[in-house]
């Protein structure tokens, strides 16, 4: 059987003496494109957070194991040289370099201006702009995607703003994710967006810090539907088929 490239087992998370993930359970293979779905407050973000090694984010219990490493026990710096990268709900953070200075950092493409192109950014309009506050938010947030497209990770973590990404449209979103994956990688696209979701290989639920439902896309935007809450209540739903 093929070792998984991310085997998350009994993930907790507690803040505060709060739990936000409890008992988590997924498995992600190389190659692959699973997408997360789940109301605000579920536990999608603090997910990636934990899973990236950011601050404040640490398991209580569980085990994650990530190309066979024990990723809980490796700093976010050691997480990032195994080829894990989020993005998406944090734009890009190295004020005063130019674009060009940061698309390439880890750099593993020999071409910034493509895939500024690939985000919706004209090159001779960026490549030589400071990133700084004169930049919009969402412009920031899609030099954090060019930047991520240029590492080619084994792992990218998309966390996607619940607002959308300055009206980039779907279709371009969903190039980006096929993108990653046509360069050998995996994605875990955590997305509020349906149509955007149906281009994984596999879909989950997420419900009061659990995965309460696992298949295939439109199984599980069917599922996610069901579920009427805009906030997550702290109550595990509990879906049953017609």
């Known amino acids: 059987m093929t070792t998984p490239l991310l085997d998350i087992r009994d993930l907790t998370c507690e803040v505060a003496h709060h739990r936000i993930l409890d008992r988590l359970d997924l498995t992600m293979q190389a190659g692959e494109i699973h997408a997360l779905l789940g109301a605000n407050g579920s536990g999608k973000t603090t997910l990636a957070y934990l899973l990236m090694g950011c601050d404040g984010y640490r398991a209580t219990a569980g085990q994650v194991l990530f190309r066979g490493a024990d990723l809980l026990a490796l700093p976010m710096q050691e997480r990032a040289r195994l080829g ?3 993005a998406w709900q944090e ?3 190295f004020e005063g370099i130019t674009v060009r200075e940061y698309v390439s950092l880890g750099h593993r493409r020999e071409d910034p201006e493509a895939v500024l192109r690939q985000v919706g950014l004209d090159p001779e309009r ?3 702009r400071r990133v700084d506050k004169g930049l919009s938010g969402g412009e920031r947030h899609r030099i954090e995607l060019a930047s991520v497209l240029s ?3 084994a792992l990218a973590i998309l966390d996607e703003p619940a607002a959308g990404i300055d009206m980039l449209s779907i279709t371009h979103i969903i190039d980006i994710i ?4 046509a360069a050998g990688g995996s994605v875990l696209l955590i997305t509020h967006q349906e149509d955007v979701a149906l281009v994984a290989d596999r879909a989950s639920q997420l419900c009061a810090g659990r995965i309460v439902f696992s298949g295939n896309p439109r199984e599980t935007v069917d599922h996610f539907r069901g579920r009427s809450c805009v906030r997550c209540d702290g109550e595990v739903c509990r879906y049953v088929r017609p």
């Open 178 to 181: 096929r993108a990653l994956k």
């Open 91 to 93: 734009p890009a953070r």
């Open 151 to 153: 590492m080619s990770p």
């Open 126 to 128: 960026y490549l030589d």
């Open 84 to 86: 894990l990268t989020l």
